[in-house]
């Protein structure tokens, strides 16, 4: 009976280490928002882009797995109107930047994400843009309530990484007031459900 039973703990122990209790969060499209941020010599600018689809995968409170797609061909931009607004917009698209006629999606997977102390976790993994592929890393919050999970994070991408050029002062002399920084900021909120 003893070896029964030591034999069936082994057992649950084993599938248990093998993310028997994983669970798969898939993103809610319609409540998940990514916003961006950039900012120039003479001002700043801010706009969204739609996640296609996500998901993500906990075991217990440990990050297993995710990866998201997100649709370039949305980029819009919030802080403009009218003529101006457009203009913009169609230049974000064009090859200056995010060439979204020919690279129309942008994707993440994630290959790391850690626990911290506080509770926040790091998360790792490979953000392709363009068909460009590079590592990044950056703090997330994660929570849980019933069978949906909320993840916040804010990323900060070096845009020339995936030679998006245009106006930097690292590429360019004389660009004087038209200088637009290396960096922009996204600001992920990702909702999923079971």
């Known amino acids: 009976m003893l070896k029964t039973f030591t034999t069936a703990a082994a057992i649950i122990i084993t599938l248990a280490g093998n993310s028997l209790f994983a669970q798969t969060f898939k993103a809610d499209t319609s409540k998940s928002k990514i916003a961006w941020y950039a900012a120039k010599v003479t001002g700043k600018h801010e706009g969204t882009v739609k996640l296609t689809s996500g998901s993500l995968t906990l075991d217990g409170d440990k990050v297993k797995s995710g990866t998201f797609e997100v649709n370039m061909t949305s ?5 403009l109107e009218g003529e101006y607004k457009g203009k913009l917009e169609g230049h974000l698209k064009n090859d200056d930047f995010f060439a979204v006629d020919k690279f129309p999606k942008a994707n993440f997977v994630l290959t790391e994400g850690k626990k911290e102390a506080n509770g926040s ?4 993994g490979n953000l392709t843009i363009k068909g460009i592929t ?8 994660i929570t849980k309530s ?3 999970l909320t993840s916040t994070s804010t990323l900060v991408v070096d ?4 030679d998006i050029r245009y106006g930097s002062k ?5 660009i004087g007031d038209k200088a637009i920084d290396n960096e ?3 600001t992920v909120t ?4 079971k």
């Open 134 to 141: 590079k590592p990044v890393t950056f703090p997330a919050t």
């Open 146 to 148: 019933g069978g949906t």
């Open 184 to 186: 922009f900021k996204l």
């Open 75 to 79: 980029i819009t931009v919030t802080d």
């Open 121 to 124: 976790y790091t998360l790792k």
């Open 170 to 174: 690292s590429f360019f002399d004389n």
């Open 190 to 193: 990702i909702v999923a459900n």
């Open 159 to 162: 845009r020339t990484l995936y």
